[in-house]
Each structure stands twice: as structure tokens, then as C-alpha cells.
């Protein structure tokens, strides 16, 4: 019955939207809309064999002497008519809401793939350009991905040598030190100034400083590695633990008593001879005062102004003949 009531409603609403722009006041009367919304309803019917329905509906409501706000069911269908305009309108609206923050996102997502794209332009410059050994490998199998120019002119591998191989494969690197490096990442998650002998192609050792972080190209998980070549400051640290290690063998097998003293007159060297000399043992000695040791009280302002002035000008302090003191 209900279904049967609504029918027309739409019948009206197809056939002649005018007829509802006249009903909000709800007390025209349907004769008096006749002229204006459907001149003539049964011709149109005739004219068309398919609103035979239609016509005889609307015929019949325009010669009603009832107003048309007597009929409960043309309110309702107003109100449904009203209702349903006012959802088209709110999801335009949405619909328009929508497609403005889609086209925002659009244009914040294009400038934010610039900037990266313009961030990964400058690191691979800086990487490639940069003043040391630079590598970037795979975490899971430890390959080659890129390699920097330094890299092909320090190590003497070509770029198509090193790309694709692993550094432990290619010799660059021992198994031992691929190991410390492991470790070192799975406990920090980096490594800073790790000590490492890389092997050059021509078989050469290089120490190096290893410095190792993960970075995120492309969305991918990569393993940046920096090495600085430190071989001519270990080569020189070396001699020089050598020649300090000559000379104290030299010192402390002297006949001559021999000590080495700070500024201030702290011991910091007492050989073999200072021993049997003075009675002190070297333990005794170091990290103790001259003054304290074997200088007596009235030769202490002349001997701390001779320390202070050899201190000052690195002039040798002079031979002479002095009274000092034994432990016993």
C-alpha cells in the first residue's frame, strides 16, 4: 500500500519538477498549478503510450479541489524529495572536501619526493667526492653496492671489480675483521673508530680507522662503511715506540745515574743506577719530589729556579757539583 502511495510521487517528480517548487506552502491549490506545471496531461499521454499512467495520475490531482497539502502522502514525498537533495548536497560537499586534501597530499607528497630526491642527489656527490675510503653494501650478504672514487684509487679495484662482491671475496677484508665488524653492529647498532688492516689488490696492508652506520636508500636498509687510511701515522707511532723503547733500554742499563723529572721536579724516570745511587727504588722515586728525595732544604730554591729556567728556554741545565742526599 505504502509502495503503491510513493509511486507517483516520483511520476510527479519526473515528469514536472515545477509542480514541487509550488507545493512548500502547502495550500496552493491544483487546479490553479494545472496551467503552469502540465498544461495538458492527457495529450501527453497520448503522445507518449508509455505515461498513460502518469497522466490520468497527475489529471486527476490537478482537477482535486483539495489542497494539495490535504494529501499526507505528496508532504511525505515532499520531505523525502528534500531530504534526499540535502544528502546529494552534503556528500558533494565531502566529495569536494575530499578531492581538495587529496590534491594537497598530492602536491605535499611530490614536494616531499623532491626534497628527498634532491637530499640523495647531494649524498651520492658528497659520497662519491669525499676524501676517504667510502663504501655502501648490503646488510644481508655484505656485497658491494656502490663504491666511491677514493675507494677505486686507494684500494686499486675497479668499480665492476668491487660492485657485486663481497668484501671478504674480494680479499679487501679478513674474515676476522668481517667478524669484529658483525659484532660490533649487532651490539651498537654502529661502529666509531674501529681498527682494521684492509688488503690492497696488489697485496699491500693498509690500517685503517672503520667507521659503519646504517642508512635507509630507497626505502632499503644499506650499510654505510668509511674508512680512514691511517697506515703512515701507525708506521710512525711505531718507530717512535721503538726509538722510546731503545733509549729506555739504553737509560736503564747506564753506569751514570739518570733521572727525568717534570717542571715542577716530579720524578718521572729513575733507572737502575738511581737505585744503587741514592738508595731509592724506582717505585719509591717516581711520582715523588726531587726536593723530597735527594736535594737538601738549602739547595731547594736554587735548584727549582734551574729546573724552571731549563723549562722555560730548553736550555741544558749546567754541569756542577752538588751535595745530595741517600736515603740512608
Known amino acids: 500500500m505504502f509502495l ?12 514536472s519538477p515545477a509542480l514541487f517548487l ?4 502547502f495550500g496552493a491549490r491544483a487546479d490553479s498549478m494545472q496551467k503552469t506545471a502540465f498544461p495538458d496531461p492527457v495529450q501527453i499521454g497520448h503522445m507518449n503510450p508509455d505515461m498513460h499512467e502518469q497522466a490520468y495520475f497527475i489529471n486527476e490531482l490537478m482537477y482535486d479541489s483539495d489542497p494539495v497539502s490535504n494529501h499526507l502522502w505528496m508532504q511525505w514525498g515532499f520531505a523525502a524529495l528534500v531530504i534526499v537533495s540535502i544528502l546529494i548536497g552534503l556528500f558533494a560537499a565531502m566529495l569536494l572536501v575530499s578531492n581538495r586534501r587529496l590534491k594537497k597530499e598530492a602536491s605535499e607528497r611530490k614536494q616531499i619526493e623532491a626534497s628527498l630526491k634532491l637530499s640523495e642527489e647531494k649524498f651520492f656527490k658528497a659520497f662519491h667526492h669525499g676524501p676517504t675510503i667510502m663504501t655502501i653494501s648490503s646488510i644481508e650478504d655484505g656485497k658491494f653496492l656502490e663504491v666511491n672514487e677514493n675507494f677505486v684509487r686507494m684500494t686499486g679495484y675497479c668499480r665492476k671489480e668491487a ?21 660490533g653492529l649487532a651490539e651498537n647498532g654502529f ?4 681498527e682494521l688492516t684492509l688488503r690492497k689488490k696488489n697485496g699491500d696492508i693498509m690500517n685503517c680507522l672503520y667507521f659503519a652506520e646504517t642508512i ?4 632499503k636498509q644499506r650499510l654505510l662503511s668509511i674508512a680512514s687510511d691511517i697506515t703512515e701515522r701507525k708506521q710512525a707511532e711505531e718507530a717512535l715506540q721503538e726509538s722510546e723503547t731503545r733509549f729506555r ?20 724516570y729513575w733507572n737502575r743506577a738511581s737505585e744503587d745511587l741514592y738508595g731509592y727504588t724506582k717505585e719509591e722515586a717516581v711520582g715523588n719530589n726531587l726536593m723530597d728525595l735527594i736535594i737538601p732544604p738549602e739547595m731547594h730554591d736554587h735548584v ?4 724552571r729556567h731549563a723549562a722555560e728556554t ?14 740512608d
Open 314 to 327: 730548553g736550555e741544558k741545565i749546567p754541569s756542577e757539583a752538588l751535595t745530595l742526599i741517600r736515603k
Open 304 to 307: 727549582r729556579e734551574t729546573i
Open 216 to 219: 635507509t636508500i630507497e626505502g
Open 163 to 183: 660492485i657485486g662482491t663481497a668484501s671478504v671475496d674480494l680479499g679487501f677484508i679478513s674474515r676476522e675483521d668481517c667478524l669484529k665488524i658483525r659484532k
Open 4 to 15: 503503491k502511495k510513493i509511486k507517483p510521487v516520483f511520476y510527479v517528480i519526473m515528469l
Open 22 to 25: 509550488a507545493l512548500p506552502p
Open 191 to 194: 661502529l666509531n673508530g674501529l
Open 249 to 268: 733500554t739504553l737509560f736503564e742499563n747506564a753506569p751514570a745515574a739518570i733521572q727525568g723529572y717534570g717542571p715542577d721536579g716530579t720524578v718521572h
